[in-house]
């Protein structure tokens, strides 16, 4: 990706959120939702790290260059995708494209170890919050993409469409948001998404200029894992990705480097009295983690790069350099709803 041109333009470094992952098996059982296959944040976007930056830095997204009432995307048939939702004019990095409230919200359940959450025990949830929308709702609702699984025959229809289009709703909820459903994966997506906690609603962000024409996508799943790791997870929703990432060896082994990278980084980050030898070392494993993430362009997780970046410049005291070298390198997860 080329690096944006704005560079006058302040830096603002959210926390990476960091995932709870738990031990799933890869291969899901669509009798449970798989906490790794909801639709999720792979960062906290609204909390600048703290003492490095200031809170005028933070850099709001850009409204949609758009007429007040109408959206700046397109819902459309796409070849072997079913829908999608299609740019309507050229939308400049960091532009919002969609932020939606969740049509219905339901807890999790308890998590059964090593399964996921039991979708049987969300059944009441869900039909309470189905039956509680207008009929224009809830026919919202059914539209929506339904993938069953030949072990699902008798599951209701309320919760194969759960678990083939929810995202997270803040911690240890669900929702359905029937705008951004349409929005197709891709393993290297062009736009940032994420739960603000501060509106209660989703936010569809451009991660970079996205052409008229071109198709929005965003990550359903964490993407730091090899490419038949990631099919793996998407079996869920029923299709195999066949984006440019995964026609990629080199882009794969790229990814568990960047997932080995993040493993070391997580671990040091919050160590105090690291040597100064470690801490160089550290410093220099940060940087090749942006580099390496901006060359996947791994939107979601520039903000956890940057901050590693930025903490262990912090620990060799070199705030200005951060401000500096960062503010060339202004193409990073930036992110105020
Ligand atoms: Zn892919």
Same mark, same amino acid.
């Given at each position: ?52 930056? &200031? @809170?005028?830095?933070? =850099?709001?997204?850009?409204?949609? /260059? $758009? %007429?007040?009432?109408? *959206? ?66 809830? &026919? @919202?609702?059914?539209? =929506?993409?339904?993938?069953?699984? /030949? $072990? %699902?025959?008798?599951? *209701? ?181």
């Amino acid at each position: 990706m080329a690096p944006c041109s704005t560079h006058r333009e302040l830096l603002v470094i959210f926390l990476g959120l960091i995932l709870s992952f738990v031990s799933i098996t890869a291969a899901c059982d669509p009798l449970y939702l798989n906490p790794l296959l909801v639709h999720q944040d792979l960062c906290s976007a609204e909390f600048p790290v703290s003492g490095v930056f &200031q @809170e005028h830095e933070i =850099l709001p997204l850009r409204e949609a /260059p $758009t %007429e007040a009432s109408s *959206s700046v995307y397109d819902v459309v048939p796409i070849p072997g995708k079913g829908f999608g939702v299609v740019a309507n004019r050229k939308l400049p990095r960091r532009t919002k494209i969609i932020i939606e409230e969740a049509l219905i919200s339901v807890p999790m359940p308890e998590m059964v170890p090593g399964q996921g959450f039991r979708m049987a025990d969300m059944l009441t949830n869900v039909e309470d919050a189905f039956h509680s929308l207008s009929p224009a709702q809830q &026919q @919202e609702f059914l539209d =929506l993409h339904e993938h069953r699984f /030949p $072990t %699902e025959e008798n599951q *209701s229809k309320l919760l194969t469409i759960l678990r083939s289009n929810a995202y997270n709703t803040g911690d240890d909820y669900v929702g359905i948001f029937p705008k951004i459903a349409r929005i197709n994966h891709s393993c290297r997506p062009n736009s940032g998404n994420f739960w603000s906690m501060k509106r209660n609603q989703r936010v569809i962000y451009a991660f970079r200029d996205i052409e008229r024409g071109e198709e929005v996508t965003v990550s359903y799943i964490p993407l730091t894992k090899s490419t038949k790791e990631r099919q793996a997870r998407l079996f869920q929703y029923g299709f195999t990705c066949g984006c440019d990432a995964c026609q990629s060896v080199e882009s794969s082994r790229k990814r568990v480097k960047i997932a080995d990278f993040i493993e070391v980084l997580e671990q040091k980050v919050h160590l105090d009295g690291l040597s100064e030898k470690s801490a160089e070392r550290m410093l220099s494993k940060s940087m090749s983690l942006v580099d390496m993430i901006e060359e996947e362009e791994l939107a979601d997780y520039l903000a956890k790069a940057y901050h590693f970046a930025a903490v262990f410049h912090e620990k060799k005291g070199d705030l200005k350099w951060i401000r500096w070298n960062l503010s060339q390198r202004s193409n990073m997860s930036m992110i105020s709803a």
